[in-house]
């Protein structure tokens, strides 16, 4: 991720929320997930109404490329206003 990501995210924010992407079912041990899943149904009743389909809002696990729109635009309401990239790669 670049600079516009890490202003508004630390190291652990970011890593419990990919986790999270990756296990939406597990228990809530941080208060940013319950940001994110905010974050999360807010985007929900938005991308429904845009009938965007590329959203997970059934709590099923999410793909790579979803997971990372969905870091970019949590850092976007979390208040970040510089440019964001996000890139997540499964390393098997």
């Known amino acids: 991720a670049c600079d516009g990501f890490w202003d508004v995210m630390t190291n652990e924010m970011a890593v419990a929320v990919l986790d999270y992407s990756f296990r939406p079912f597990q228990q809530q041990t941080s208060p940013v997930l319950a940001e994110y899943d905010e974050f999360l149904m807010s985007m929900c009743g ?3 109404q845009d009938n965007q389909d590329d959203f ?3 709590g099923s696990s999410m793909q790579l490329q979803q ?4 870091m970019r635009d949590f850092a976007y309401y979390r208040g970040s206003s510089d440019n964001i990239s996000v890139l ?4 098997a």
């Open 56 to 58: 997970s809002c059934d």
């Open 88 to 91: 997540v790669i499964e390393i």
């Open 46 to 48: 938005t991308r429904i």
């Open 67 to 70: 997971i990372a729109q969905n």
